[in-house]
């Protein structure tokens, strides 16, 4: 697996990469066919204060590209935000693919049965 993790406008820390490489163990365990999954972290140059920490990740996984972002007053709650959100999508992602099989399987099954 490949992993990117980028600041805009703002430098990235040991702690915060390590804080989002942690998050991203969770994803990794649901779903291990993970190719690339590149994660930038951006602070918003707004005048308001709430919601300008943003976080988006982009996962790409064998057959589709998956894409989330959060948006937060704390950069460490977008990130938890954005996983939770990654987290249900990978999920989601999982029983598809799983349901989209078992039917092949069971055509297949059929069909040399009726024969």
């Known amino acids: 697996m490949n992993l990117t993790i980028s600041g805009h406008h703002l430098e990235v820390t ?15 365990r649901h779903f291990d066919q993970v190719v690339d999954v590149k994660v930038l972290l951006t602070v918003e140059k707004q005048k308001e204060k709430e919601k300008r920490q943003r976080a988006e990740c982009t996962v790409h996984v064998k057959g589709n590209d998956l894409f989330v972002e959060s948006a937060h007053f704390d950069l460490y ?13 990978i ?3 999982k ?6 099989q078992a039917g092949l399987r069971r055509a297949t099954a059929q069909a ?3 024969s």
Do not use: N
Request: avoid cysteine; aromatic fraction near 2%.
């Open 14 to 28: 040991p702690a915060l990469r390590s804080y989002v490489t942690s998050k991203l163990d969770r994803i990794i």
């Open 77 to 89: 709650a977008a990130v938890d935000e954005l996983m939770d959100k990654l987290d249900r999508m």
């Open 91 to 93: 999920v989601r992602h």
């Open 95 to 100: 029983d598809r693919q799983q349901d989209h």
């Open 112 to 114: 040399t049965a009726a």
